[in-house]
């Protein structure tokens, strides 16, 4: 079955970048997704990528995907005191059941931006 | 831009009580999903629905549990008979279905408490 591991913490000081990493074990999945989930409050699409990319950039993330080792990073680059939240991965088969797409998370990382 | 939304933000009930979370999708979206998030712990996925019928539920989603969508907007989760365990955030999400790579867009979660 599907399985998502992340790290539980990552403290970074303002302006330097992040690295958030992911593990997952379905071969089979089709996208990978961060999302991000500040204090109460639901859950954010920041970016995906297709498994057949490496990489994808959107402004200040830069998503990693190393199919063969099955890890996925998130670089935040600039990291900034807003950027502090609960930052998930998650992925999916799509297709597999008539469409339905369901996303598996990850335990979720806790970042943290120290000034 | 339109967005998912959810009613309550937080419920309050009485074990054994019937409880109904509402979503109301984004307009035109195909897809629906329900997941929960026990405090502390991943999203846990609930069940996916479509064309009026549910398309894959997990373990979680027990006879308990049930979904409707009951006119052409809203999107409804009844929890028959709550247990304490059932205490958790509850998020709904919808997707357009268009295309393979339109991606699930989640509202801000009900809150649930049972006492």
């Known amino acids: 079955g599907e399985d998502v591991e992340q790290s539980l913490f990552l403290s970074v000081r303002e302006g330097d970048s992040s690295v958030i990493n992911c593990t997952y074990t379905?071969?089979?999945?089709?996208?990978l997704y961060w999302y991000k989930q500040e204090p109460g409050a639901g859950l954010q699409l920041l970016t995906y990528?297709?498994?057949?990319?490496d990489m994808k950039q959107d402004q200040r993330l830069t998503v990693l995907l190393n199919k063969k080792d099955k890890h996925l990073s998130l670089r935040i680059a600039d990291t900034q005191t807003g950027d502090s939240a609960i930052y998930f991965c998650?992925?999916?088969?799509?297709?597999?059941?008539?469409?339905?797409?369901?996303?598996?998370f990850g335990t979720g990382t806790q970042l943290k931006v120290e000034l | 831009e339109p967005e998912v939304t959810q009613t309550p933000s937080h419920q309050v009930t009485q074990m054994g009580q019937e409880v109904i979370l509402r979503c109301v999708p984004i307009?035109?979206?195909?897809?629906f999903y329900w997941y929960r998030q026990i405090l502390g712990q991943k999203v846990e996925f609930l069940v996916s629905?479509?064309?009026?019928?549910?398309?894959?539920k997990s373990e979680i989603f027990d006879d308990q549990f049930s979904v409707e969508r009951p006119d052409g907007s809203n999107f409804t989760l009844k929890i028959r008979s709550t247990k304490l365990e059932d205490s958790a955030m509850y998020f709904c999400?919808?997707?357009?279905?268009?295309?393979?790579?339109?991606?699930?867009?989640f509202g801000p979660g009900t809150r649930l408490t049972v006492l």
């Open positions: 629905f479509y064309n009026n019928e549910i398309s894959e």
């Open positions: 998650a992925e999916s088969i799509w297709g597999l059941t008539g469409g339905g797409n369901k996303l598996t």
């Open positions: 379905d071969s089979s999945s089709t996208y």
């Open positions: 990528i297709f498994s057949n990319m």
């Open positions: 307009s035109n979206h195909l897809y």
């Open positions: 999400a919808s997707r357009s279905g268009v295309t393979s790579t339109d991606t699930q867009y």
